[in-house]
Each structure stands twice: as structure tokens, then as C-alpha cells.
């Protein structure tokens, strides 16, 4: 069985934190080098996670209840959830599913006087162009706040200087990971005191849970590779238990509910520390490796299927595709050896507002409803690449010839 993936974080890494849980150490000074190291500008914070950074940026922004937030809209629910728990109003701006790109007539429509910032989030990997966002965002003194959880791609790119607020995700499924953690990058230094002060009066994560993590993590690189994955699978069956629902849930950064209470951390000194060290260090050979791995899989595959083939910018965070019926390709996928997988994300289509029902987006919703993610394993051989394009390609082929016959 060929895994979905692998945690993007080294054996290095994971001793480096586990010996961080037990060395002595201030958490203030972990918390000013882990933002030193990622700028000398003083302009950044270290948080516990972006959706902890962006309650944070909601708090001290301070928007009048009611108040709408264009939204990309395609992202994770947990921000949504944040939004309305402010009671603000999420107001989805639909995706161009080639370029990853917000509809820029979409996003001009839903301006209204309510409207008071654009939240925008880079997909898959992908960087959408910014400056005709910048340009609606100041002609309409909107706050602009930019999502690059997906998007982290070292020095290469640190946000649009324009942007009232960037965010960069460390989190357990993304690039350079340190299993947890975010970092904030703020135009305004009023705006990043306000945000500081906040944060200051929250209670550090318990050291416990990021060794726990630690330890989840550690197993989860074990297993991604084809023989523990392959005996982690048989052992689902046995016990009855979904192995991809499983994955999903020891991959998610923040399991269960109550997700404001939980958001409303400091991160814990080891996090902080293992956070400065990687980013002193460069995700460009990961990133390099990716964007050939998904160059040699994406020319077996029908362009029509690939979501983003268009995109300008790239380090392919996940392979997603489109298809007619996901269920079935997968059932097809797996059968053949491929842990592919409709849940490589938290990712989910914003629903309109009642007050804005015309709203729809309907690319966004057609998408997602159709994308399967496949195997991001970057070991796998040229005739595994070339097999999986020549599955897709022939069940994409059947598939529109069963709906031409309809």
C-alpha cells in the first residue's frame, strides 16, 4: 500500500522536541527567538495556531457585530466558526478551480456597507496573485487579512506587504512542520500590541499535550511506509474501524469541541523552541522534490482533472483531482495500492449567508464535492506514477462516456 504521505519533519526534529520537553528554558525567550528567526523587523508573533492568531486579530480589530467578512470560499470550518462565534458574517467568494484565484466579480458583487475586511486563502499549496485584491481592499477600506496556512514556502514568500495581517501555519499536515504553532505577521505595529496584550493573559498549553504529540507523530511517520501502512490497514479491518476516518482524526491539529477554549493558548516552551529551529531551516529541497514528483504525476494525468493546473505559483502542499464520482475511483485507487483520500484537509465550501442566498459559489461547491487527494509519497517509483495516471485517466474516460450515453 502506498501512503497518502509522509509528516514533513525529520527524526532530528522530533528528538529535538521531545529533548526540549525536559531541558529548562524561559518561554518568553523561546517566544522572542522563534520570532527572531523568522524576522529582525520586529513585526511578527508566535502563536499557538492560526486560528488562534486570527481570533486574536478579530478580538483586537473589534468589528461591530453584524459586520460581513469576505471570505475565500473554500477553507477550513474551524475559521468560519471563529468568525460567527465574533458574530460576524462569513460571506464565501467563489474559486476559480484552475488558477486557485478568487472571482474577482464575485468578490466585487458581495461588497456591501456592512462589509469590513477579506479574509483570502491560499489553496493547496498554491499562491494567488494579491495586488487585485489590494487594490479592492483599499478602494473600499476593507481590512485585509491573508491565510498562507497552506502556502509556506520559506523566504520565497512572507506574505503581501500590503496585507493588514499574513498567517503561516506550522501544523501537523503542513510543510516544515513542528506539529503545531503559527506565525503572525502584522503591517501595523499598533495592531500587533493590541494582539500581544491579549494574547499575554492566556495560559501556556500544558507541555503534556505537545509531547503527546510528539509521540502520535512519531508513529505516524513509522506507518507511512507501504508495509506498517499495510498492517495498520489489516488491523482496522479486523477491528472494524474506517483507517481513513482514523488518519483524519490523529491528523487533525484540533480534535473534538469546544474550540475557542482550546485556540486560547499560549504556545508551550518546547513547541516554540522546536519552531525556531525550523525555521532556521529551509523547506526549499521538500518543496523542490514536491513540484517534481507532482510535475511527473500530473503528466499522466487529463488536465480537466486537475484542480490548479493553471495556478502560477505552486510547492503542491496536496495532489487534489476532480472527478465524476470520487467514491468509486477511490474504491479503485486503494484496491490497486494507493491511499488516496477525500480528507487530506479540513477544508469545506463556506455556505452563504440567509442574507446573501444569490451568493453560491458554485465552482468552489462543484469541486469539493467531486476532489479525491491522492499519495503525496515522494519515493514512489516512475511505474507506480505512471500506473496511477493510466487508473485516472481510464475511469476518467469511462466515466464521461457513461455520462455522453445518458
Known amino acids: 500500500m502506498i501512503p497518502r504521505g509522509v509528516p514533513d519533519i525529520g527524526w532530528n526534529d522530533l528528538l529535538y522536541g521531545l529533548l526540549s520537553c525536559v531541558w529548562p528554558a524561559d518561554a518568553c525567550q ?19 495556531s492560526v486560528r488562534s492568531g486570527f481570533d486574536l486579530v478579530l478580538q483586537a480589530l473589534d468589528l461591530s457585530p453584524g459586520s460581513e467578512v469576505l471570505v475565500s470560499a473554500i477553507t477550513i470550518r474551524d475559521m468560519v466558526a471563529i468568525l460567527e462565534h465574533h458574530q460576524l458574517v462569513p460571506i464565501p ?89 503559527a506565525i503572525l505577521r502584522f503591517k501595523s505595529h499598533e495592531m500587533l500590541d493590541k ?24 508513529l505516524l511517520k513509522l506507518l507511512a511506509h507501504p508495509l506498517p501502512l499495510q498492517i495498520f490497514f489489516a488491523l482496522c479491518r479486523w477491528r ?3 483507517h481513513d476516518q482514523a488518519l483524519y482524526r490523529a491528523l487533525r491539529g484540533f480534535a473534538g469541541g469546544e474550540i475557542m477554549r482550546r485556540i486560547r493558548q499560549q504556545p508551550c516552551r518546547p513547541l516554540l523552541q522546536l519552531l525556531r529551529r525550523r525555521l532556521q531551516q529551509s523547506p526549499k529541497t521538500t518543496i523542490t522534490k514536491r513540484c517534481a514528483y ?33 467514491t468509486r475511483l477511490l474504491q479503485m485507487l486503494q484496491h490497486a495500492g494507493f491511499d488516496a483520500t477525500q480528507r487530506a484537509s479540513s477544508l469545506y ?36 506514477i505512471r500506473h496511477l495516471g493510466e487508473i485516472i485517466t481510464a475511469f476518467e474516460s469511462r466515466c464521461f462516456v457513461e455520462v455522453d450515453m445518458r
Open 240 to 242: 472494524g474501524i474506517d
Open 93 to 181: 467568494i467563489d474559486i476559480d478551480m484552475q488558477t486557485l484565484t478568487v472571482d474577482q466579480t464575485s468578490l466585487l458583487r458581495a461588497i456591501t456597507p456592512q462589509t469590513k475586511a477579506i479574509l483570502i486563502a491560499h489553496l493547496f499549496g498554491s499562491r494567488m496573485p494579491m495586488e487585485p485584491i489590494v487594490q479592492v481592499a483599499r478602494q473600499h477600506g476593507l481590512h485585509l487579512i491573508e491565510d498562507c496556512a497552506q502556502a509556506y514556502a520559506g523566504e520565497a514568500y512572507r506574505g503581501h506587504p500590503a496585507s493588514d495581517v499574513c498567517m503561516f501555519s506550522f501544523g501537523p499536515i503542513k510543510t516544515h512542520t513542528t506539529l503545531g504553532g
Open 30 to 48: 523561546a517566544q522572542a527567538q522563534a520570532e527572531a528567526a523568522w524576522s529582525s523587523s520586529v513585526d511578527s508573533l508566535a502563536c499557538l
Open 349 to 384: 465550501v463556506v455556505p452563504p449567508s440567509p442574507q446573501h442566498s444569490a451568493q453560491i459559489p458554485l465552482q468552489a461547491v462543484r469541486a469539493m464535492a467531486q476532489v479525491v487527494y491522492l499519495p503525496l509519497y515522494l519515493s514512489l517509483s516512475e511505474r507506480d
Open 294 to 326: 507532482a510535475q511527473q504525476i500530473n503528466a499522466y494525468l487529463p488536465l480537466t482533472s486537475r484542480l490548479g493546473a493553471h495556478a502560477k505559483q505552486h510547492t503542491h502542499w496536496v495532489l487534489p483531482i476532480q472527478t465524476h464520482d470520487p
Open 195 to 218: 494582539v500581544r496584550t491579549i494574547t499575554a493573559r492566556y495560559p501556556r498549553q500544558p507541555v503534556s499535550v505537545f509531547l503527546r504529540r510528539l509521540g502520535l507523530f512519531a
